[in-house]
């Protein structure tokens, strides 16, 4: 799923900001690395709003071909996805420790960024909150 980024020249490097994220301003030396940039403050601006308990942005499906977007890597998108299902279904971590029975650090851990969870376990917290996980993809045919 993928984020807007507004790249504009600023003395000699690129300033970036995110229309989705009024938080993020970053900047890169050339377009390719302030859009790294503006990946990585992404990320920092989910995992801050997770923390705080704020609204996470939907992400577009499909960019519109003109300007800069970047694709939230799709660990991200999950636990993202898990953090805004949990709000929506109006139940806490604590809610989602008891469908699991599971310990308090396990569910944290699902919404850690910076952590690198199973997806069979972000798959059973789904399932718990009535959401099992579906994907869109095309496979190419087979030779």
């Excluded at 994220?21 to 995992?47: K, M, Y």
Aim: net charge negative.
């Amino acid at each position: 799923m993928w984020y807007e980024l507004v790249l504009v020249p600023d003395h000699g490097t690129w300033l970036v900001t995110s229309p989705h994220f009024p938080e993020v301003t970053t900047f890169g030396e050339t377009q390719e690395s302030a859009c790294r940039n503006g990946l990585d403050a992404i990320e920092e601006a989910i995992a801050a709003r997770i923390a705080d308990g704020e609204e996470i942005p939907f992400p577009l499906r499909e960019t519109k071909g003109k300007g800069h977007f970047v694709e939230v890597p799709a660990l991200v998108f999950l636990k993202s996805a898990l953090y805004m299902t949990l709000k929506a279904e109006g139940k806490t971590r604590a809610d989602l420790m008891r469908l699991l029975n599971c310990k308090r650090e396990h569910v944290d851990r699902l919404f850690r960024l910076d952590h690198n969870s199973r997806i069979d376990s972000l798959e059973q917290a789904f399932r718990a909150l009535g959401h099992p996980l579906r994907f869109d993809m095309e496979f190419p045919d087979a030779a």
